[in-house]
């Protein structure tokens, strides 16, 4: 197989999916039918809620659901094979995380952009809000702690001895000044845009324009070296001031530009496909369904599901669409393109790095003495690769830094995302259906819903964590996102059902979500408790076994109380 040409046939199969399921889609849910206008409207306060231009919100939601995973997740799940995770991406992204996605952000809009969460609340009971909510909030804890640490070592320098390596730092260092003069380019446009008014064309290529500049300034200009761990300081400040600072200075605008970097990537990956049209033979069609990673026998079934999820499935999608983008849509019909095209989009992304895998194969086999390892290094260097063999040797190093500064964006972008999803999770934790954060006059919990609060606790929680070992709990993350991903499709299934929509396209990814993640938790779970008989286990087998032995139980309880409601609701309009 060749790589080009299975590049465009996953286009052609995303391109019908879109138009033919996603429209289907939107006729049964009734999108725009009523030409109602958005919680961005009706609820404007300035600051979580402002309507967006369709553009504007497409990268703000796009940048934000792709993160690191569709870059990470196909590489992880290379061992199994590149047939198995392309079909995994097709099949997932059109009929289960498209579905996931639009189905949130719809959900969401028509509960006034309140989240999943709320929804749940509204629809099943509160005692399932409150079981989701603490499970959503820790996850993004974690996630907090992760990203944080990636863009942290991304901007780190190297240190030798106490001192500071600048020829090994020097990439870095570059980034981390790239993305610093970006964040100053982001809050400049906004204030052009949102209060002077600035034409968006107009302000669109002059901050494309700035977004060059800087890359050329950050790339021979980068004074600030200094270690990861400063970083992590320094982000965890960021992403504070970020979190309340209302979305048109910062995260729009931020959100929006930094979109440009990501269609940049595409495009690039794309050009090295088409140019370069690598084989795929480097690369194993199927490697079987246990395969022996070094690490012990690797089992298909579940671990490509929960490995491969932004491509195909992710909860965080969820999370995001009835988080930030729910409360910044300006019309119903724009939730289509922004959720079901944008989750399209970033199948996109997990097949072009599957392109990048099969050359990074090829390269390595003729190149043992310069491997390209890691997943920053096998996507970047791969395409930069491609590219450079079309005869522009020179455009490799530049390629490479642009492709990681890109990767370094996605990571900022979700890192921010969660960190305000979070900040919506602990304060909606404390109100009773219907209520906001103002409805609270007095009390230990105007303290608690307090948005600095929140935000200060989350920041906190997530650095501390990122500082001192999230790693040992990272192996649980898979399971845990795909567990928020059955939630999902549950919550938006139940409200569906109640309104006497049809929820049946939910209810197979719904079922096959629940399964692998109880299967993976009790996998991870023997996995765990085998290390511990071992004797000598740390902290983390101990923490993995007893959190996933709760995460099994949260499952199974909602999963009853949401087949309970289905099924109430069946019942009564039968009778």
């Known amino acids: 197989?060749?790589?080009?040409?299975?590049?465009?046939?996953?286009?052609?199969?995303?391109?019908?999916?879109?138009?033919?399921?996603?429209?289907?889609?939107?006729?049964?849910?009734?999108?725009?039918?009523?030409?109602?206008?958005?919680?961005?409207?009706?609820?404007?306060?300035?600051?979580?809620?402002?309507?967006a231009k369709a553009p504007v919100l497409m990268g703000h939601h796009f940048s934000s659901i792709a993160g690191a995973g569709p870059i990470t997740g196909p590489i992880s799940a290379a061992m199994f094979g590149w047939l198995p995770v392309t079909l995994w991406v097709l099949i997932g992204g059109i009929f289960f995380g498209g579905v996931h996605d639009f189905g949130a952000l719809f959900a969401s809009v028509r509960h006034k952009g309140q989240s999943i969460g709320e929804i749940i609340s509204v629809n099943m009971s509160r005692r399932a809000k409150k079981l989701f909510i603490?499970?959503?909030?820790?996850?993004?804890?974690?996630?907090?702690?992760?990203?944080?640490?990636?863009?942290a070592s991304t901007f780190g320098a190297t240190i030798k001895d106490g001192v500071v390596d600048k020829a090994a730092s020097a990439a870095n260092a570059s980034v981390a000044m790239v993305s610093l003069l970006f964040i100053v380019i982001a809050?400049?446009?906004?204030?052009?845009?949102?209060?002077?008014?600035?034409?968006?064309?107009?302000?669109?290529?002059?901050?494309?324009?700035?977004?060059?500049?800087?890359?050329?300034?950050?790339?021979?200009?980068?004074?600030?070296?200094?270690?990861?761990?400063?970083?992590?300081?320094?982000?965890?400040?960021?992403?504070?001031?970020?979190s309340v600072t209302p979305v048109w200075i910062l995260l729009q605008?931020?959100?929006?530009?930094?979109?440009?970097?990501?269609?940049?990537?595409?495009?690039?990956?794309?050009?090295?496909?088409?140019?370069?049209?690598?084989?795929?033979?480097?690369?194993?069609?199927?490697?079987?369904?246990?395969?022996?990673?070094?690490?012990?026998?690797?089992?298909?079934?579940p671990i490509l599901f929960t490995t491969v999820a932004c491509g195909a499935i992710s909860g965080f999608h969820s999370l995001v669409s009835s988080g930030t983008t729910s409360k910044q849509l300006n019309k119903e019909k724009d939730a289509k393109p922004i959720a079901y095209g944008g989750m399209l989009l970033e199948c996109v992304l997990a097949v072009l790095t599957l392109c990048a895998i099969a050359?990074?194969?090829?390269?390595?086999?003729?190149?043992?003495?310069?491997?390209?390892?890691?997943?920053?290094?096998?996507?970047?260097?791969?395409?930069?690769?491609?590219?450079?063999s079309?005869?522009?040797?020179?455009?490799?190093?530049?390629?490479?830094?642009?492709?990681?500064?890109?990767?370094?964006?996605?990571?900022?972008?979700?890192?921010?995302?969660?960190?305000?999803?979070?900040?919506?999770?602990?304060?909606?934790?404390?109100?009773?259906?219907?209520?906001?954060?103002?409805?609270?006059?007095?009390?230990?919990?105007?303290?608690?819903?307090?948005?600095?609060?929140?935000?200060?606790?989350?920041?906190?929680?997530?650095?501390a964590l990122g500082m001192t070992g999230y790693a040992?709990?990272?192996?649980?993350?898979?399971?845990?996102?795909?567990?928020?991903?059955?939630?999902?499709?549950?919550?938006?299934?139940?409200?569906?059902?109640?309104?006497?929509?049809?929820?049946?396209?939910?209810?197979?990814?719904?079922?096959?979500?629940?399964?692998?993640?109880?299967?993976?938790?009790?996998?991870?779970?023997?996995?765990?408790?085998?290390?511990?008989?071992k004797g000598g286990a740390d902290w983390g087998p101990y923490a993995q076994t007893v959190l996933g032995l709760l995460l099994i139980v949260l499952a199974i309880v909602l999963v009853i109380e949401g087949i309970q409601t289905l099924t109430g609701k069946n019942k009564k309009a039968a009778a």
């Open 390 to 463: 079309m005869g522009l040797p020179g455009a490799e190093k530049t390629l490479y830094t642009l492709l990681v500064l890109t990767y370094s964006a996605f990571c900022l972008t979700s890192l921010d995302t969660a960190t305000r999803l979070a900040r919506f999770m602990f304060q909606e934790f404390w109100l009773e259906p219907g209520q906001t954060a103002k409805d609270i006059k007095s009390g230990y919990k105007k303290i608690l819903v307090n948005p600095y609060f929140a935000t200060i606790l989350t920041v906190i929680l997530g650095i």
């Open 187 to 242: 809050i400049v446009f906004g204030f052009a845009v949102y209060r002077r008014n600035a034409p968006m064309l107009v302000s669109s290529i002059l901050g494309i324009v700035a977004i060059v500049i800087c890359m050329v300034i950050g790339m021979n200009f980068h004074p600030i070296y200094l270690s990861s761990k400063t970083w992590m300081i320094i982000v965890g400040i960021y992403i504070a001031i970020a």
């Open 472 to 533: 040992k709990i990272w192996g649980l993350f898979g399971a845990a996102n795909q567990l928020l991903a059955g939630l999902g499709l549950l919550a938006v299934a139940t409200w569906l059902g109640n309104i006497g929509k049809n929820n049946k396209m939910f209810l197979i990814p719904m079922g096959f979500m629940m399964i692998v993640t109880i299967c993976s938790l009790c996998l991870t779970v023997k996995n765990q408790i085998g290390i511990i008989a």
């Open 134 to 151: 603490i499970f959503a909030y820790l996850t993004l804890i974690l996630v907090v702690a992760a990203f944080a640490s990636i863009v």
């Open 359 to 388: 050359y990074a194969f090829k390269w390595n086999a003729e190149n043992p003495d310069a491997k390209l390892a890691g997943a920053t290094a096998i996507f970047a260097g791969g395409i930069s690769k491609m590219v450079a």
């Open 1 to 51: 197989m060749n790589a080009l040409l299975l590049l465009i046939i996953c286009i052609v199969v995303l391109a019908v999916g879109y138009i033919l399921y996603g429209g289907w889609l939107c006729k049964q849910w009734g999108v725009g039918e009523n030409n109602e206008e958005t919680p961005a409207h009706t609820l404007e306060d300035g600051v979580d809620y402002v309507p």
């Open 253 to 301: 605008p931020r959100d929006y530009l930094s979109s440009f970097l990501l269609y940049s990537m595409l495009i690039i990956a794309a050009v090295g496909v088409i140019g370069a049209h690598p084989s795929m033979d480097a690369f194993p069609a199927f490697a079987g369904f246990a395969v022996d990673n070094g690490n012990g026998i690797q089992l298909l079934f």
